[in-house]
């Protein structure tokens, strides 16, 4: 039995876990900077930075008095090392490098794009290899193929916005507050998707997504017919044309992969028109689609603890105290 202490520290949540094995979750806490960061419509980095830092102890605490164990009873240290805001990031591998020196026990710079990605291995009925995965963060949009733990092939990434930075700055322009993404899901309920048109980026014979198109679209809307359209129909609109191209995508690469596995990772994951239509294309071609719990899609360090113990189980790594943040890490790379 191996127990991971989990950091995550990458942009504004401090997340602390406790996880056995890469599969069972005995302990994860996030101390959210949400509030904060609101009236600044976004997150600002030094703010962010600053409140890590006092964040950190307490929230490491509350993950090992919850999982019932003490430092004593730690056997790996993994930590988010990029991408991310590199002032936030190195609170979080500055907290686990100590915490490894002291403990004399190793330490696991993680991709945080990874760590999503293995959310998905902490669900009780966890993936098989090979499989194909839709990463939808923030910052990232990636679709990836995995042979196995470790072998993984960039299969297509977003070129400009990725589609949970789209979402926010549609939000943004439809006056809704800080995070945007979920408000925005909430209100294209209300919606008619059809009242409003709305490109779709395929960008034909590629894998690559595009969505700063969609975000311009739904500007010229706001700025030059404000009383045209209902802010729920654009957002039904919007959310319509993205979760198609997402879907889309993703079930295909399952298909011409020949593989019956496809994943969903990162905060867009929780979004519920994406997994529907996602499940809608795959099932009848045989595929499975899986998904975390929705406390699992966005940032948190359970996911980046069960990363870490595969890079050291599977992959055999294990960093020094030279270990680097990289805020501009790719999917591919760490």
């Known amino acids: 039995m191996t127990r991971v202490l989990g950091i995550e520290t990458s942009c504004d949540e401090t997340a602390a876990a406790v996880v ?98 293995y959310a998905n291995f902490l669900r009780p009925d966890p993936p098989e290899f090979p499989l194909v995965c839709l990463v939808v963060s923030g910052g990232h949009t990636d679709l990836v193929y995995m042979a196995g733990h470790g072998e993984m092939e960039l299969l297509g990434r977003t070129r400009d916005d990725a589609a949970g930075e789209a979402f926010d700055k549609v939000a943004r322009l439809l006056g809704l507050p800080y995070p945007g993404g979920p408000h925005l899901e909430r209100l294209a309920r209300d919606g008619d998707p059809g009242a409003v048109p709305m490109p779709r980026p395929w960008l034909e014979g590629s894998y690559d997504f595009s969505f700063s198109g969609l975000k311009t679209a739904v500007l010229y809307m706001v700025r030059d017919e404000p009383e045209r359209h209902r802010r729920e129909d654009i957002a039904a609109a919007f959310q319509a044309a993205v979760v198609e191209v997402l879907a889309t995508k993703a079930v295909r690469a399952a298909r011409e992969r020949g593989v019956r596995t496809l994943l969903l990772a990162g905060g867009v994951a929780a979004n519920q028109a994406l997994r529907q239509a996602v499940e809608e294309r795959a099932a009848p071609l045989g595929i499975r689609v899986l998904y975390p719990p929705p406390a699992l899609c966005t940032d948190n360090a359970a996911m980046i603890a069960a990363a870490g113990y595969h890079v050291w189980r599977h992959g055999g790594r294990v960093d020094g105290l030279d270990l680097a943040v990289d805020p501009n890490l790719g999917i591919l790379e760490g």
């Open 20 to 117: 056995e094995d890469g599969r069972r979750v005995l302990a994860s806490v996030i101390a959210t900077q949400a509030d904060l960061h609101r009236k600044y419509g976004g997150v600002v980095p030094e703010v962010a930075s600053r409140q890590h830092l006092e964040n950190i102890v307490p929230t490491l605490r509350e993950a090992l008095a919850q999982a019932g164990v003490d430092l004593g009873g730690i056997d790996l240290v993994a930590a988010t090392a990029g991408p991310g805001l590199v002032g936030t990031l190195l609170v979080g591998v500055s907290a686990a490098k100590a915490i490894a020196f002291a403990l004399g026990v190793p330490l696991v710079g993680v991709n945080h794009l990874q760590g999503h990605i």
